[in-house]
T-cell receptor, first 117, second 116 residues
Framework: GDSVTQMEGPVTLSEEAFLTINCTYT??????LFWYVQYPGEGLQLLLK?????DKGSNKGFEATYRKETTSFHLEKGSVQVSDSAVYFC????????????????FGQGTILTVHP | GAGVSQSPSNKVTEKGKDVELRCDPI?????LYWYRQSLGQGLEFLIY????????KSGLPSDRFSAERTGGSVSTLTIQRTQQEDSAVYLC??????????????FGQGTRLTVV
């Protein structure tokens, strides 16, 4: 079945440091890939997405590239801010060859990021 | 409303009691999901509704859990004879159609369930 594995946290960085959160996946079809973020006291929000191999999703300075050959979708940001402190979830929604989603979103276990001034 | 609305936001119940959690999806969204988030754990899929199709119940952990979606809109997740291990945040999400086809789902704030 589908699965998503994220690097274990928590991750603690100083402001302006470079961030990488690793994510690898297993899927039987042609999945869409997502990163969601959960800020303290708030609900999950879609951060970025990619729907096919070599696509790059980007938002708020974060980027992730869909790498089919390594089944990965690592999240990166060149210079983190204190306001980026949150829990980050990698997720996939598998699809058939025609691009129709099977529907279910499968999430990784989440990575807690804390950024200090 | 503009977003996914869940009620109640917090629920404390005694072990053995039944509870009902409500989700109002974004108007017009045909897909609706329930997830469970336990402390220190990821999101556990529970159930998925898509339009008039039979729901995907593959994530329901036991027959004490059930969900329905009336009129293709509001959904209710029911937990019968609650146990302490049911304590978690229950999240509802909706999307215009299957989430993978449209680029993601929108989540509510969740219901924090505590079984004492």
């Amino acid at each position: 079945g589908d699965s998503v594995t994220q690097m274990e946290g928590p991750v603690t960085l100083s402001e302006e440091a470079f961030l990488t959160i690793n994510c690898t996946y297993t899927a039987t079809g042609y999945p869409s890939l997502f990163w969601y973020v959960q800020y303290p006291g708030e609900g999950l929000q879609l951060l970025l997405k990619a729907t096919k191999a070599d696509d790059k999703g980007s938002n708020k300075g974060f980027e992730a590239t869909y790498r089919k050959e390594t089944t990965s979708f690592h999240l990166e940001k060149g210079s983190v801010q204190v306001s980026d402190s949150a829990v980050y979830f990698c997720a996939l929604s598998d699809r058939n060859a025609g691009g129709t989603s099977y529907g279910k979103l499968t999430f990784g276990q989440g990575t807690i990021l804390t950024v200090h001034p | 409303g503009a977003g996914v609305s869940q009620s109640p936001s917090n629920k404390v119940t005694e072990k053995g009691k039944d509870v009902e959690l409500r989700c109002d999806p974004i108007s017009g969204h045909t897909a609706l999901y329930w997830y469970r988030q336990s402390l220190g754990q990821g999101l556990e899929f529970l159930i998925y509704f898509q339009g008039n199709s039979a729901p995907d119940k593959s994530g329901l952990p036991s027959d004490r859990f059930s969900a329905e979606r009336t009129g293709g809109s509001v959904s209710t997740l029911t937990i019968q004879r609650t146990q302490q291990e049911d304590s978690a945040v229950y999240l509802c999400a909706s999307s215009l159609t299957r989430a993978g086809s449209v680029g993601g789902a929108f989540f509510g704030q969740g219901t924090r369930l505590t079984v004492v």
